[in-house]
């Protein structure tokens, strides 16, 4: 499956948006004291997310789509970084 990943900043923090064919998907990031945080829909709350959000097509697929933002935001931003998915957030350790 064929996936985009844009990162935009603003300030301290920006917005990282997931594209695939279906649609997309935002996510909000800020630097934290060792890295950066996105944070994320907990598991529980992943699907209620989804749908509120018009993207129905995410549902069920949490940890593979946060597998891929995370693996295209150490391409393009954090090459160096170590990755940690975490209920509430992914974190980019630099």
Same mark, same amino acid.
């Given at each position: 499956?064929?996936? @985009? ?27 934290? !004291? ?7 829909? !907990? ?31 150490? @391409?393009? @931003? ?17």
């Amino acid at each position: 499956m064929t996936c @985009k990943v844009e990162i935009g900043q603003s300030g301290r923090g920006g917005t990282i948006i997931y594209f695939e064919a279906a649609g997309s998907l935002s996510f909000d990031w800020e630097f934290a !004291t060792n890295g950066v945080d996105m944070f994320v829909a !907990t598991p529980e709350q992943w699907d209620a997310n989804c749908r509120s959000r018009n993207a129905s097509w995410a549902e069920g697929r949490p940890q593979e789509i946060l597998e891929r933002v995370a693996e295209e935001v150490c @391409k393009q @931003k954090a090459t160096s970084s170590v990755v940690t998915i975490d209920d509430n957030w992914v974190h980019f350790a630099f």
